[in-house]
């Protein structure tokens, strides 16, 4: 198995509840991000707000970055997956 096959999320049971599981994670970091952007944006709109504005923005750009993070950390995990799941078929397959 390789790094970001497509066909890897489908191979066992326990890939597919492991690519759910990350995807569910990635949509919630994904929402986050928009949010603390769209009311870092509102907070611009005040003087006054501009200083904690500014921080929903950096939050939120630290958020876009944890999403290819999460994708790498979901294709390792995968491929980890499949390369036990290969060996345990090859291991079982000589008892």
Known sequence: MK??????????????R???IYEIVYTCVDFGAALTFIIGSIMFFSDAWQIPGTWM????????????????VREVHLYRHGEAAKLAQRLGGRG
Do not use: C, D, N, Y
């Not at 790094?3 to 597919?16: V, Y």
């Not at 950096?58 to 790498?72: C, D, E």
């Open 57 to 72: 923005f950096l939050v939120g750009s630290i958020l876009f970055a944890v999403k290819p993070t999460l994708r790498l």
């Open 3 to 16: 790094l970001f096959e497509p066909g890897a999320k489908h191979a066992t049971a326990q890939s597919r």
């Open 18 to 20: 492991i690519f759910a």
